[in-house]
T-cell receptor
């Protein structure tokens, strides 16, 4: 079993719609969690950290469910510029190596 | 503030040649990571350093790959001799560790093509 698993998509989303997707992680002792976005042929960029209580950053909402070991990302009012691959990232301890999911591709269409 | 700086941005060379990739981490970050990304294998961690000391090099594919971090502001990843299967995008990332719960910041990457 992979350490971090994501639905690869693509999720085809009309502009202005809401899209949500999850990832699951295997290490129940994982310490911290992030969503990164990666545009085609670009570097991964930190989108947001994920906190236990859930958190929002503008149109983006992240949730963490430790009991079920999954993380979710919801994008409201999708923009064309939201088209990207979203990487679920888990820190299994308080330092060092991160575990990256393979990414979920989101395509926002006009 | 300057982010992680990598050079060169692109490298095209013939197999058998030595390739050296360079990275300058964000000032004050004490951890540095080298990754490789391909369509087939995704993002792979090659090696990481903490306070300039290599901590885990289990991802380095073979002896042709080596990495150094002589000081807190500079690291190199060297491939010698290079092979066509080494063609990939190589990313360097840095982190301030506990302060950001381990979040890493990536450079623009080096796109390496071995002919």
């Amino acid at each position: 079993r992979k350490e971090v698993e994501q639905d690869p998509g693509p999720f085809n989303v009309p502009e202005g719609a809401t899209v949500a997707f999850n990832c699951t992680y295997s290490n129940s002792a994982s310490q911290s969690f992030f969503w990164y976005r990666q545009d085609c042929r670009k570097e991964p960029k930190l989108l947001m950290s994920v906190y236990s209580s859930g958190n929002e950053d503008g149109r983006f909402t992240a949730q963490l469910n430790r009991a079920s070991q999954y993380i979710s990302l919801l994008i409201r009012d999708s923009k064309l510029s939201d088209s990207a691959t979203y990487l679920c990232v888990v820190n299994p301890n308080s330092w060092g190596k991160l575990q990256f999911g393979a990414g979920t591709q989101v395509v926002v269409t006009p | 503030d300057a982010g992680v700086i990598q050079s060169p941005r692109h490298e095209v060379t013939e197999m058998g040649q030595e390739v050296t990739l360079r990275c300058k981490p964000i000032s004050g970050h004490n951890s540095l990571f080298w990754y490789r990304q391909t369509m087939m294998r995704g993002l792979e961690l090659l090696i990481y350093f903490n306070n300039n000391v290599p901590i885990d090099d289990s991802g380095m594919p073979e002896d042709r790959f080596s990495a150094k971090m002589p000081n807190a502001s500079f690291s190199t990843l060297k491939i010698q001799p290079s092979e066509p299967r080494d063609s990939a995008v190589y990313f360097c990332a840095s982190s301030d560790g506990q302060m950001s719960k381990g979040a890493q910041h990536f450079g623009d990457g080096t796109r390496l093509s071995i002919l």
